[in-house]
């Protein structure tokens, strides 16, 4: 069974602190990604990796930084947490290139920046 | 314009009925493409995925596909009260992106 695990699945910060989300990936998938879920708006891509240190801005990446120092790990950084960045964050990944392959969700970080 | 756009719904439809769920897209270079359920509280999961022109049956689920018109859809014969979800449309073009859902409701 692929696995996506998040390192939180509920995440209180205050405004103006540096937050770290990790995701971790047991399939040996090349891409990466991090998506942010808000309501009516579905899932808005932040940022893609698709090797490791390789990062590309989704279309929202504004406030966001992403490291990937191994291929089975993707951080994304808030570095100054705002109260706007309070949503859902989904981590997923998937194998490479155009062919027909899916992304696999992990189960979510729910962050609430006060 | 939206790299992928779903009509918002919601969606209500009878236990029995045929639910239909249309996606758009708007780069033609795009290769598969994927429908995703997400229950409340939950992560997105696969339902189908398609890539050739035409219709792929799963199942109670019929996806279709039609690159001339850059349309995808995805058919729910027979509906369910547990098929009462939020449905996304997601198209790979390097990367996936998402549309913004369209929220199902089956009403037995």
């Known amino acids: 069974d692929v696995k996506v695990t998040q390192s939180s699945r509920y995440l209180v910060k205050r405004t103006g602190e540096k937050v770290f989300l990790e995701c971790v990936q047991d399939?040996?998938?090349?891409?990466m990604f991090w998506y942010r879920q808000d309501p009516g708006l579905g899932l808005r891509l932040i940022y893609f990796s698709y090797d490791v240190k390789m990062k590309e801005k989704g279309d929202i990446p504004e406030g966001y930084s992403v490291s990937r120092e191994k291929k089975e790990r993707f951080s994304l950084i808030l570095e100054s947490a705002s109260t706007n960045q309070t949503s859902m964050y989904l981590c997923?990944?998937?194998?490479?290139?155009?062919?027909?392959?899916?992304?696999?969700f992990g189960q979510g970080t729910r962050l609430t920046v006060v | 314009q939206k790299e992928v756009e779903q009509n918002s719904g919601p969606l209500s439809v009878p236990e029995g009925a045929i639910a239909s769920l249309n996606c758009t897209y708007s780069d033609r270079g795009s290769q598969s493409f994927f429908w995703y359920r997400q229950y409340s509280g939950k992560s997105p999961e696969l339902i189908m995925f398609?890539?050739?022109?035409g219709d792929k049956e799963d199942g109670r689920f019929t996806a279709q596909l039609n690159k001339a018109s850059q349309y995808v859809s995805l058919l729910i014969r027979d509906s369910q009260p547990s098929d009462s979800a939020t449905y996304l449309c997601a198209v790979n073009i390097g990367d996936m992106r998402f549309g913004a859902g369209t929220r199902l409701t089956v009403k037995p």
């Open positions: 997923a990944s998937s194998f490479g290139g155009y062919s027909v392959t899916e992304a696999f």
């Open positions: 398609i890539y050739s022109n």
């Open positions: 399939m040996d998938h090349e891409n």
